[in-house]
């Protein structure tokens, strides 16, 4: 019976050190820009996207071309984003960072 009360108390901490996790990734920020600098990207480190800013010079690209750029900023803010999850992560559960 002691034992069981001891998971249980390691669990309600293991649940408050995610929730404390999760409030600090989503205060984390993470800013990228396309290629051509037409698309920049705001993401919080729990990887929702928070602004989207499009430079008016995008008029100017093709829908192919302004495809291309939103796609490249979006895998490099989701990249970035995983990555400095990753390391919070590590460093909250004292995991070493390759």
Do not use: Y
């Not at 600090?24 to 729990?46: C, Q, W």
Request: net charge neutral; aromatic share 2%; glycine share 6%.
């Amino acid at each position: 019976m002691l034992d069981k009360l001891g998971q249980l108390k390691d669990l309600w901490k293991l649940k408050g050190q995610m929730e404390e996790m999760k409030k600090r990734l989503d205060a984390m920020v993470i800013k990228a820009e396309s290629p051509r600098h037409l698309v920049e990207i705001t993401l919080n480190g729990s990887m929702e996207v928070k602004e989207v800013r499009v430079d008016p010079l995008a008029k100017n690209c093709s829908e192919a071309e302004l495809g291309e750029e939103i796609k490249a900023v979006v895998n490099k803010a989701v990249r970035d984003t995983q990555m400095m999850a990753a390391q919070a992560m590590g460093s909250n559960f004292g995991i070493p960072n390759a």
